[in-house]
């Protein structure tokens, strides 16, 4: 689980900038879910969260502290606790059906979506500032979906080339 919580921090490191950077985080996530199942890699996930709460560099940009995750796009990483679970449930009941665990990723990826955006527009409410439901899409969730489902797709093939030296 520390390997996978080390795993998920080296890649939100990678990142792509632009006015929400492309980060690797996902795919992290996603191929401990796969390797891992639902308990030891939510497990990996709390791990990374409360080291980046606790002030160390984990985050995106190499960002840290409590203040990231209040932030607007802090509802994305809250995000990956229930992804987690739900994509390493799916993917330990199909170890062998990789359509279904590519499904349970990408409903993961979903979760993240949904729990991001809605914390974002909570955040921007919150503020007293006015963001439209479809520009925040437009911002968090649009411009990600199709290299997210190559991240996806990569986790799920290197999850199985794992499995089988693990």
Do not use: H
């Amino acid at each position: 689980m520390a390997i996978s919580a080390a795993i998920i921090t080296v890649c939100s490191w990678i990142c792509l900038p632009g006015a929400v950077p492309y980060t690797f985080q996902t795919f992290g996530v996603f191929l401990a879910a796969a390797l891992f199942g639902a308990k030891k890699s939510t497990l990996a996930v709390l791990i990374y969260i409360l080291l980046g709460v606790v002030g160390l560099p984990v985050f995106a940009g190499g960002r840290g502290g409590l203040g990231t995750i209040l932030g607007e796009s802090g509802g994305y990483i809250m995000a990956f606790l229930p992804a987690s679970y739900l994509c390493g449930r799916i993917c330990e009941n199909s170890p062998e059906n990789k359509k279904k665990q590519l499904f349970g990723m990408a409903l993961g990826l979903g979760i993240c979506y949904f729990l991001g955006t809605f914390w974002a527009y909570a955040f921007y409410l919150k503020g007293g500032g006015v963001a439209a439901f479809g520009t925040l899409l437009g911002r968090f969730v649009l411009p990600f979906i199709l290299p997210d489902m190559a991240k996806i797709i990569i986790a799920q093939v290197v999850a199985q080339k794992l499995k089988k030296t693990i």
